[in-house]
């Protein structure tokens, strides 16, 4: 059995895609799936259920539904019933969350070694899982949106890594389109858009890449009242300038100082040369 979340909600058996065509049995498996192997309380489940405006049968037709999702897995014990609630049985492999998750933790694994093709395929890899908005196609479910926001951050992550390994390993050209489609989808997301000021640089395009400093400087303080970042700040300065440090394939750690081709590894603070602002974030961009 397959569980995916990192778009429209589904469930799959070897042969299959399970049909759930109710939309409260959709959201219980939707909650359900968001604290899998872990017991959801009765309570939680009814304010999803009914948007905190629960029948007084709610206790039977939760019970109800649970009987009908149980029989529509296919699998009796997939569902199990526990003095705290209500709990899904979901193994390793089976849910695409857990798989992008061990996935993008195996391409830092990887980046941090130095293998850096590596490192950005299972990245690709990870993000290939995503078909759109977590829990997809059940209405907005108040009780799931800690979570969506933890999967989407998850994604965003991913991409930053992913991009920072494509320009690592000099697919500048290649990497201009995607970056400037995912500052457009998140203009405030600063290390995307210093990425993507570092790509524009690096295909000769240097004005563009002011101008996207200026577009985010004026969408940050616009709509978050804030100033940007230092890491995003000293790349406006070092595009500025045209420092040649912009063209190596990775500005490296002031106090290791490997020669020029060396990846930062994760967690080791970058500076660039010649500007004087160090990253406390441990970015590669």
């Known amino acids: ?29 939707a909650v359900l799936l968001a604290r899998a192997n872990r017991a959801v309380s009765t309570t939680v489940l009814r304010e999803a259920l009914w948007d905190g405006r629960p029948p007084r049968s709610a206790g039977k037709v939760l019970q109800v539904y649970v009987h009908r999702l149980r029989r529509a897995l296919g699998e009796a014990d997939r569902i199990t019933h526990e003095s705290a609630g209500y709990a899904v049985v979901v193994r390793p492999g089976e849910s695409d969350a857990t798989r992008f998750a061990e ?26 899982l995503w078909r759109g908005t977590p829990f997809g196609g059940i209405g907005d479910v108040p009780v799931l949106h800690a979570e969506i926001d933890r999967l989407q951050e ?11 390994l494509e320009l690592a390993l000099g697919n500048h050209s290649k990497t201009v389109g995607e970056l400037t489609g ?43 009242g804030i100033d940007p970042s230092r890491e995003l700040r000293a790349m406006h300065a070092a595009v500025l300038r ?3 440090e912009l063209d190596l394939l990775c500005w490296t750690p002031r106090r290791t100082s490997p020669g020029p081709g060396h990846c930062c590894q994760p967690g080791q603070g970058l500076s660039l040369h010649g500007v004087g602002t160090v990253s406390p974030s441990g970015h590669t961009w």
């Open 103 to 128: 996935l993008h933790a195996l391409a830092l694994r990887e980046h941090a070694a130095g293998a850096l093709s590596a490192a950005r395929d299972l990245q690709r890899e990870a993000l290939g």
């Open 1 to 29: 059995m397959d569980f995916d979340v990192l778009g429209p909600l589904r469930a799959r058996n070897e042969s299959h895609e399970v049909r759930i065509d109710a939309r409260l049995q959709r959201v219980l498996l």
């Open 242 to 244: 045209d420092l040649p």
């Open 154 to 164: 998850q994604r965003l992550a991913a991409y930053e890594e992913c991009m920072a």
């Open 182 to 224: 995912l500052v457009n989808e998140y203009p405030v997301r600063e290390r995307l858009r210093a990425q993507l000021m570092l790509a524009l640089h690096r295909t000769g395009r240097r004005a563009d890449a002011l101008r996207v400093f200026d577009t985010g400087r004026r969408l940050l303080a616009e709509d978050l």
